[in-house]
């Protein structure tokens, strides 16, 4: 007797992979023949999904391996040829096929040459047998020959019955591997989409899942809950759809009532018949009536990351724009691109407001780009395109050495993008990885310019129904850099940026993709994982109950958890610092491990459209699979309806293609008299910062924020704190008895400021940055206050009471920040005789000269400031600080001076100078550029930053 050992698993691709024991049956690959002639070559696989089709002829689409579905036409025939090898002589293999669409068709199954047939007709299933030959080797040839019309054909559960035990039979050859560009493969047939409809269906439900499987009763079940929640939602659905679905509610408590087992045919088409009515019903819905949408077909980057998924230089060739004629009747498609551009890779499509012009990014990418960059990979970037509905019109609006993507239409015509053109790099990991932020262009794409100084990335703009730009800023200023990918505001120019929701939140990691609802306050977007593509679950942001954490947030799609939060992204095992100690895994995230939506367009507050992976999310440093998404509508209530969805290729932006209404322009309110400057009117200081006593603030101290210049984190450091940004001290202003303050500053920088006491020490330091535009007034009550809140009456503070203070300078070497210009001369004047590293000197050595990147007296005053870098969340105090948790007022060295010491008595000066530095995060360098930095260490001056 054999030792046969079975496993058959539903892996990602959900086809049956089989492992024997060597002395086991051999089962070989299967091979198809259309009329005849071997078929083409199969797709690649999607869910299990993929097609064996070529321009003309049958279709066969694999449903998991296990199954097929084969399209037919009047006297077209499918053979499908399975090796078999090492069975005893007689074992019966049994297979079970059912006429799913068509009057009927004839089918076969034997080890002969030449099956005989048998007539199939409407909605009958047939089991059908068939004995292993003498010698235990033969073919087994499943075979089918259409009817009138067009028909399909669905087997499954072929399997040889081994005594006991069964041994499935592959039914479909192995799907492609991946290739880039991903093959274009003929549109399905009518009844092939259906197929996948329903092959859909049996992957949410879990109908024969290998994880967490559910019977066709329990899914009937929850599809009637699901629906009757859409019924209610709906309020009035046509008659006939209600009552179609009431009978289906009465046919499935009669067949409770029977309580059939699971394998019983009644339960199959109950299922079955519920789905349909159930789409039905979801489609009825006058928020699903959206006419032709727009999509684009496209392959994730190279390299699965927030940052890196948007980089010319890992693009993946692939895709086309294409518009989805009518959406939930037909996937049929009309595709915008073809033959208009060289192999390439496209994003973002974004009809304009009067959806005359469609927007959208594409890049050339003649091969498949590595992680290192080459000369030539570094030169490929996104730009700007338009195109008109119908296919013409295409034009470039951008060019250049820069990635410029996610446009958008402002109201005034003008062009919102991001763009690498802000210049610099990030500060964490590996690189290069170019810095982008929000970018203005005109309607032609003339004069493209950025708008935000934001000295790390943005994304995802997005215009609101008050002419306000939402969008998501990574902000991790001194702060942890995992989290803190939230949501933003500005206005269109650029001013007045603030923050919207969740700066100081950590789960979920961050949110991308957001869009305000149609008549509703609120915005819908995704909340996903940092080492990752964007990708996750979808939520609603109601910041009428909070700004921060979870109560602002409706999960609209809660059985996809929060990624890298709630979930561990492989294949590095993310799972971010300040995660949730418990959360609860859904039952859908049990079976498909990862699995996330993407891109969502809200409809209404509830009901949206929205890409969605049944493979789970992958991240840093791999790639997702090309063909990962499709295209859906999707309620709150759980109700998904597959709309479109390429075996080959991921189907994403979904875009109603139909005119919206135009937002309002805003006035610009720059005064032009402040040429390259604008005004900060602070109201109260000490409002919104927590522990800080009325009065105590004396002066606002105004630091620059430095670009990195360089790629690669910590290459080079410019202190002790790891992935600092660099700093330089602009200056100072007064505040007022009541707390105001009133200044000018630099326009175009990132500038925060630190409130300072009557020692000039700061009492708590902003751990985020702001900008102004030239010629802006820039307003905000508090610190920590909202600057998009109304503030009371400016005209009652003192500040407004006079003209806007200039900035008073900080000490030398504060500009460009040079601890040997800075800090060392007061060492030299006070401490070096006694600490200069002699026989008879006293530790530490405060000279200056140099030792390692730094010099001596910076390692060795250094670690006595208490300053932030990133490290532990508890550790570097986050999300929020409190007062004197950093710089002078807490660190060991001002205790120190504040001691005494052996008689010396600083200058004021030379206090302020250490103080200066201290707040200043204890830097070292004042610029990224090794050369300037190899001048500094020698005690040389530099003109300052090469990037502002």
């Known amino acids: 007797m054999f030792l046969r050992t079975v496993l058959c698993c539903l892996v990602l691709a959900v086809f049956p992979v089989c492992v024997l024991a060597a002395d086991a049956p051999v089962l070989g690959t299967p091979r198809v023949f259309y009329d005849g002639a071997p078929a083409p070559a199969p797709g690649p696989a999607t869910c299990g999904f993929y097609l064996v089709a070529g321009a003309e002829g049958p279709q066969v689409a694999a449903l998991g391996g296990a199954a097929f579905a084969a399209c037919l036409r009047r006297g077209e025939e499918v053979v499908i040829e399975v090796p078999v090898g090492g069975v005893p002589a007689g074992t019966p293999c049994r297979a079970e096929v059912t006429l799913s669409e068509g009057r009927s068709a004839r089918v076969g199954m034997s080890f002969d040459p030449d099956p005989a047939l048998q007539e199939l007709t409407a909605g009958q299933t047939l089991r059908l047998d068939a004995a292993v030959p003498g010698d235990g080797d033969g073919i087994l040839r499943l075979r089918v020959v259409g009817g009138p019309g067009e028909c399909v054909v669905q087997w499954r559960s072929a399997a040889l019955a081994l005594g006991a035990e069964t041994l499935l039979v592959p039914l479909t050859p192995p799907p492609a591997a991946e290739v880039f560009p991903p093959p274009v493969s003929p549109?399905?047939?009518?009844?092939?989409?259906?197929?996948?409809?329903?092959?859909?269906?049996?992957?949410?439900?879990?109908?024969?899942?290998?994880r967490e499987p559910v019977t066709h009763a329990v899914a009937v079940s929850r599809v009637l809950a699901q629906g009757n929640a859409l019924v209610a939602r709906l309020a009035s659905p046509p008659d006939a759809l209600l009552a179609e679905w009431r009978a289906l509610e009465a046919a499935h408590a009669a067949l409770t009532a029977v309580a059939p087992p699971d394998g019983d045919p009644r339960w199959e088409d109950l299922w079955r018949r519920t789905h349909w009515a159930r789409r039905r019903l979801m489609l009825s819905d006058p928020l699903a009536q959206t006419g032709p949408i727009l999509f684009a077909k496209h392959v994730p980057s190279a390299f699965s990351h927030q940052l890196t998924q948007v980089y010319g230089r890992l693009a993946r060739a692939g895709g086309g724009l294409f518009v989805l004629e009518s959406p939930g009747e037909s996937m049929a498609c009309r595709p915008l691109t073809d033959g208009l551009f060289p192999d390439g890779n496209f994003m973002h499509p974004e009809p304009t407001h009067d959806a005359d012009r469609i927007l959208?990014?594409?890049?050339?990418?003649?091969?498949?780009?590595?992680?290192?960059?080459?000369?030539?990979?570094?030169?490929?970037?996104?730009?700007?395109?338009?195109?008109?509905?119908?296919?013409s019109g295409l034009r470039q609006l951008t060019d250049g050495a820069y990635d410029d993507f996610s446009p958008r239409e402002l109201p005034s015509?003008?062009?919102?993008?991001?763009?690498?053109?802000?210049?610099?790099?990030?500060?964490?990991g590996g690189g290069p990885c170019d810095v982008y932020t929000l970018a203005v262009a005109d309607a032609d794409g003339a004069n493209p310019h950025p708008v935000s100084f934001h000295e790390t990335n943005e994304w995802d703009p997005a215009v609101l129904a008050d002419g306000r730009v939402v969008y998501t800023r990574w902000d991790y200023v001194d702060r942890n850099a995992v989290h803190y990918q939230q949501l933003w505001m500005t206005r269109p120019d650029g001013s007045s940026p603030g923050a919207y929701y969740g700066n100081n939140t950590f789960n979920p990691v961050g949110v991308w993709?957001?869009?305000?609802?149609?008549?509703?306050?609120?915005?819908?977007?995704?909340?996903?994982?940092?080492?990752?593509?964007?990708?996750?679950?979808?939520?609603?942001?109601?910041?009428?109950?909070?700004?921060?954490?979870?109560?602002?947030?409706?999960?609209?799609?809660?059985?996809?958890?929060?990624?890298?939060?709630?979930?561990?992204?492989?294949?590095?095992?993310?799972?971010?610092?300040?995660?949730?100690?418990?959360?609860l895994t859904p039952e859908e995230d049990r079976r498909w491990p990862g699995h996330c939506y993407k891109s969502p367009t809200p409809l209404s507050e509830t009901?949206?459209?929205?890409?969605?992976?049944?493979?789970?999310?992958?991240?840093?440093?791999?790639?997702?699979?090309?063909?990962?998404?499709?295209?859906?509508?999707?309620?709150?209530?759980?109700?998904?309806?597959?709309?479109?969805?390429?075996?080959?290729?991921?189907s994403l932006w979904a875009a109603p293609l139909r005119p919206?209404?135009?937002?309002?322009?805003?006035?610009?309110?720059?005064?032009?008299?402040?040429?390259?400057?604008?005004?900060f009117y602070l109201q109260d200081v000490a409002r919104g910062n927590y522990g800080i006593a009325p009065g105590s603030v004396k002066q606002l101290r105004i630091v620059q924020v430095l670009p990195k210049t360089t790629p690669n984190a910590n290459q080079p450091m410019v202190g002790l704190a790891s992935a600092s940004p660099g700093k330089q001290v602009l200056g100072t202003v007064p505040v007022e008895a009541d707390g105001s303050a009133y200044f000018r500053a630099p326009a175009r920088i990132p500038l925060h400021f630190q409130i300072l006491d009557e020692r000039g020490r700061a009492l708590q330091t902003m751990r985020s940055v702001t900008y102004l535009q030239p010629g802006e007034k820039a307003s905000c009550v508090g610190c920590h206050e909202s600057r998009h809140g109304t503030p009371p009456p400016a005209a009652a503070t003192l500040a407004a009471r006079r003209e806007p203070s200039v900035l008073t300078p900080g000490p030398d070497g504060s500009k460009p920040l040079s601890y040997p210009i800075l800090v060392q001369p007061v060492l030299d004047r006070n401490c070096?005789?006694?600490?200069?590293?002699?026989?008879?000197?006293?530790?530490?050595?405060?000279?200056?000269?140099?030792?390692?990147?730094?010099?001596?007296?910076?390692?060795?005053?250094?670690?006595?400031?208490?300053?932030?870098?990133?490290?532990?969340?508890?550790?570097?105090?986050?999300?929020?600080?409190?007062?004197?948790?950093?710089?002078?007022?807490?660190?060991?060295?001002?205790?120190?001076?504040?001691?005494?010491?052996?008689?010396?008595?600083?200058?004021?000066?030379?206090?302020?100078?250490?103080?200066?530095?201290?707040?200043?995060?204890?830097?070292?360098?004042?610029?990224?550029?090794?050369?300037?930095q190899a001048r500094q260490l020698k005690g040389e001056r530099i003109e300052g930053p090469e990037l502002n």
């Open 660 to 679: 919206r209404p135009r937002p309002p322009v805003l006035p610009d309110e720059t005064d032009a008299a402040l040429g390259d400057e604008g005004v």
């Open 413 to 428: 015509g003008k062009i919102l993008f991001v763009s690498t053109r802000r210049g610099g790099f990030h500060r964490c």
């Open 187 to 210: 549109a399905p047939r009518p009844g092939l989409e259906r197929a996948l409809i329903e092959h859909d269906w049996r992957l949410r439900d879990g109908i024969g899942a290998a």
């Open 360 to 391: 959208f990014a594409w890049c050339a990418s003649p091969s498949v780009p590595a992680w290192e960059p080459t000369p030539e990979t570094r030169a490929r970037h996104y730009h700007l395109y338009e195109i008109r509905p119908d296919g």
């Open 832 to 932: 070096v005789r006694c600490h200069d590293g002699g026989p008879q000197a006293a530790p530490p050595v405060l000279t200056g000269d140099p030792e390692g990147a730094f010099s001596k007296s910076y390692n060795a005053l250094g670690p006595l400031v208490a300053y932030t870098a990133w490290a532990g969340l508890q550790e570097n105090s986050e999300p929020e600080t409190p007062p004197g948790r950093f710089g002078a007022v807490a660190s060991r060295l001002t205790a120190l001076l504040d001691a005494g010491h052996h008689e010396v008595a600083l200058s004021a000066e030379d206090q302020d100078r250490l103080t200066t530095w201290m707040d200043a995060n204890a830097l070292f360098y004042g610029t990224f550029k090794p050369e300037d």
């Open 607 to 650: 009901v949206f459209l929205v890409s969605y992976s049944y493979d789970g999310l992958i991240g840093e440093p791999a790639a997702n699979p090309a063909n990962q998404f499709g295209l859906y509508l999707a309620d709150a209530d759980g109700n998904r309806e597959l709309l479109y969805r390429d075996p080959n290729i991921s």
């Open 513 to 583: 993709e957001a869009r305000q609802v149609p008549g509703s306050p609120l915005v819908m977007a995704t909340a996903a994982a940092h080492h990752a593509m964007t990708a996750g679950s979808v939520v609603l942001v109601d910041r009428r109950l909070g700004l921060e954490n979870e109560a602002p947030l409706r999960r609209l799609t809660p059985d996809a958890p929060f990624p890298e939060s709630e979930t561990i992204v492989p294949p590095a095992n993310w799972h971010a610092p300040g995660s949730p100690a418990e959360y």
